[in-house]
């Protein structure tokens, strides 16, 4: 087995897109990537209605917490290579200096944790994980063990671009 990519999903709150976007990038990833996610303003608990989808999809969930991006810019926090903005909000925040310079790329996904009734929710997170899905399935395929950093990126925002919800 090759390097063991480490990637970084940031969103607000770090409860709904976030979670879904680390637990995919684990699922889908196969031991290829090693995936975390973090909020600048955590909410402290995730959304039930992301791990109901989660698990709708057979995607393991166990060890999902809402957490802050501090835990991540820490001494002996991991270095990343790679970080993924999902929410407009993280996007446009000061994000802390990651260690390594990772490259970077926002992948906006229409937030689904407000949407009511609850039918509407679930479809909301319905939404987002198949676009979440069919960005990080493409990412995937990618050769990264051969892109640089800028490559990677700029691969990571055509993604983007390629894949709108």
């Not at 995730?46 to 060890?63: I, K, Q, S």
């Not at 987002?128 to 990412?139: E, V």
């Not at 990618?142 to 919800?165: D, F, K, M, V």
Request: aromatic residues 8%.
């Amino acid at each position: 087995m090759g390097k063991t990519f480490k990637v970084l999903v940031l969103c607000t709150g770090n409860s709904a897109r976030s979670i879904l976007g680390e637990m995919l990038f684990n699922h889908l990833g196969q031991g290829r990537i090693e995936a975390h996610s973090a909020g600048s303003k955590p909410g402290g608990t995730v959304n039930p209605v992301a791990l109901e989808t989660l698990e709708m999809h057979g995607v393991p969930c166990a060890g999902a917490r809402s957490k802050s991006w501090d835990e991540f810019a820490a001494p002996g926090a991991p270095e990343f290579d790679f970080i993924f903005t999902v929410c407009g909000n993280a996007a446009q925040e000061t994000c802390p200096v990651w260690p390594g310079h990772p490259a970077t790329a926002h992948w906006g996904i229409p937030d689904p944790a407000h949407v009511e009734p609850i039918e509407a929710r679930r479809q909301a997170f319905e939404a987002a994980y198949q676009s979440l899905k069919k960005r990080i399935d493409a990412f995937l395929a990618l050769p990264l063990e051969t892109l640089g950093r800028e490559e990677s990126a700029l691969a990571a925002r055509r993604i983007h671009e390629e894949n709108p919800q």
